[in-house]
């Protein structure tokens, strides 16, 4: 049956013509659902790589690491992510209560000052805090001369390099993530709710125990999910500290025992447990509802706090700060300092510009996807890409080396296949091309980091008003016309935002980086912690500090869109 058209008469003329609609379906066809279904399949291929892999290795060894080593892996990163988990939120959700609840000195200062350390990779973090705290570090240096000791036999000193260390520097260095969300929860909350508990009778502990926590428990448990995820995902910590995880053991079982099916085994678990992590989180608060009043809630009265109380209070607020940021900065500046050489040493400037250079195509390539993805996703009406859309986020939540495994080993056969190919049609060995550039690596972050920027993008093209494209259509605008015209110049500040935050990801990121680059390829990441593993900080120092710096600039622009307006 042929369909009837919409038509309208046109003034002045009795010919009546189809009239145009000018919703979101209008402005786009097929090829942006086929581009979006394209860009989901290459984030979602490495997971669904890994579960493959771990079922038809060529070696089956889950036995034996059964039986061996898996034990050990799991314990150890259960052991740290549990630890992290309670740390972080304590460290992060109390900062958040005092700065929310509370005026006492520097507490001004403080709200911003604790968001730093989420410019500090943490494995800079492990670094400084063995260097500080080691037999040759100033603090025991200081005690032997204070009272009289010659050698480690005289004293106890905690052991540095061990598992309750390792959970203590993730925690300084992934804390903020739970900060940042609980201030946000209890800035958001009404100060008559806290007026009324105070006239029933509650103290301060009552307040936050029965008040403040409970309203932001949501908050706090997704930044700590978050804290949880990073410490499964974590290498160059563990590493250090000589601390066998799930992460380790896919390094060794790959590159020492040779068995890329048994590493992709390990991979599998660590997918099930960061999966079981979301799982548990969203399960959590299954039931649970927090609703704001319709009207303008009254803002919260900060308590002064005066006195050893209100010093108290600072120094609570200042120990994480120093520790997730003075230290490590300190340490690593003044060995850039007494070391002004390493900044002209070989290997930094070849190191800093392929950082330059990864970093920044994937964060194009990331923002690029992310982009062209939402804006298909929302002009098809075709319900497949919106199904997939929410599965691109799970790259995140995979951590690199899981990632590695399932980029590597297909994009290696797949290289093989080309070069067989080429060499059977000319007689060339054109040798492998991707896998033996820095292709993989970019793929690698373009899956991890997909999350960060099809969030940042889904949001701001929520922010544009529908009117504005149906206007541009009915002025002969195509979709893609439609997008460059009105989305992106309205958008340019959130794309340029999330631009710096992957590029400043791609820049820490280190498993993923060493497992999947070339012979002799280096990145200010992977620089840094090899410098670092010989116990050469002076020469790590100034890749360190390049990172951090640009750590830094991320992380100003998030505590101004967060903080910028009280």
């Not at 709710?193 to 409970?214: D, I, K, Q, T």
Request: hydrophobic share 55%.
């Amino acid at each position: 049956m042929e369909a009837k058209q919409n038509t309208q008469a046109l003034p002045g003329r009795g010919v009546r013509a189809p009239a145009r609609t000018f919703g979101l379906r209008a402005l786009g066809g097929g090829i942006w659902s086929v581009g979006a279904l394209l860009i989901a399949a290459v984030v979602l291929a490495p997971i669904l790589s890994v579960l493959w892999i771990a079922l038809n290795p060529v070696e089956n060894i889950w036995p034996h690491l059964m039986a061996t080593t898996l034990p050990r892996y799991m314990g150890n990163t259960a052991f740290l992510t549990l630890g992290v988990g309670v740390l972080a939120s304590m460290v992060g959700a109390g900062s958040a209560w005092l700065v929310s609840m509370y005026r006492f000195p520097f507490s001004g200062w403080l709200e911003w000052l604790l968001l730093l350390p989420l410019a500090i990779p943490a494995y800079v973090g492990a670094y400084a805090l063995v260097d500080f705290l080691d037999y040759s570090g100033p603090v025991q240096i200081a005690l032997r001369e204070t009272f009289g000791w010659t050698s480690a036999r005289d004293y106890w000193f905690p052991h540095v390099r061990s598992r309750g260390a390792a959970a203590v520097v993730l925690s300084a260095s992934l804390y903020p993530y739970v900060y940042l969300l609980s201030r946000a929860a209890f800035r958001e909350q009404s100060g008559g709710s806290y007026e009324v508990a105070r006239a029933l009778g509650a103290g301060p502990f009552g307040l936050f125990w029965r008040v403040g926590l409970p309203l932001a428990r949501p908050a706090i448990a997704a930044g700590a999910a978050i804290a949880m995820m990073e410490t499964v995902a974590d290498y160059g910590v563990v590493d250090y500290f000589g601390v066998q995880t799930l992460t380790t053991g896919i390094f060794t079982t790959w590159l020492e025992a040779g068995n890329a099916g048994g590493a992709a085994q390990i991979a599998s678990v660590i997918l099930a447990v960061v999966f079981m992590l979301v799982a548990l989180e969203k399960i959590s608060r299954k039931n649970l509802r927090y609703y704001q009043s319709a009207r303008q809630p009254r803002p919260i009265a900060r308590k002064a706090l005066s006195g050893a109380v209100g010093w108290g209070a600072t120094a609570l607020c200042a120990a994480p700060f120093l520790l997730g940021f003075v230290l490590p900065v300190g340490v690593m500046s003044a060995y850039a300092l007494s070391s002004p050489a390493a900044w002209f040493g070989p290997g930094l400037a070849r190191a800093l510009m392929n950082t330059l250079t990864v970093g920044g195509t994937a964060a194009a390539l990331t923002v690029g996807g992310a982009v062209f993805m939402v804006y298909g996703v929302r002009l098809t009406g075709r319900r497949l890409p919106r199904v997939l859309l929410p599965f691109t986020t799970l790259g995140y939540a995979a951590p690199g080396a899981v990632l590695a495994v399932g980029i590597l080993l297909p994009l290696a056969a797949f290289d093989h296949w080309i070069a067989d190919i080429w060499l059977a049609m000319t007689g060339v060995d054109p040798g492998l091309i991707l896998t033996g550039s820095a292709a993989a690596i970019i793929l690698a972050y373009l899956v991890r980091f997909f999350a960060i920027a099809q969030g940042a993008m889904d949001s701001a093209f929520g922010r544009v008003s529908p009117s504005l494209p149906m206007a541009a259509r009915s002025l002969g605008r195509t979709a893609g016309g439609a997008l460059r015209e009105v989305y992106l110049p309205l958008m340019k500040g959130s794309v340029g935002s999330a631009l710096l935050l992957v590029f400043v990801d791609c820049m820490k990121e280190l498993p993923a980086t060493m497992l999947l680059r070339p012979f002799n390829y280096e990145t200010l990441a992977t620089r840094v912690h090899e410098k670092a593993s010989l116990e050469n900080l002076g020469d790590a120092a100034p890749a360190a500090l390049l990172v951090m710096a640009v750590g830094l600039v991320a992380t100003a622009m998030l505590a101004r869109a967060n903080f910028g307006q009280k």
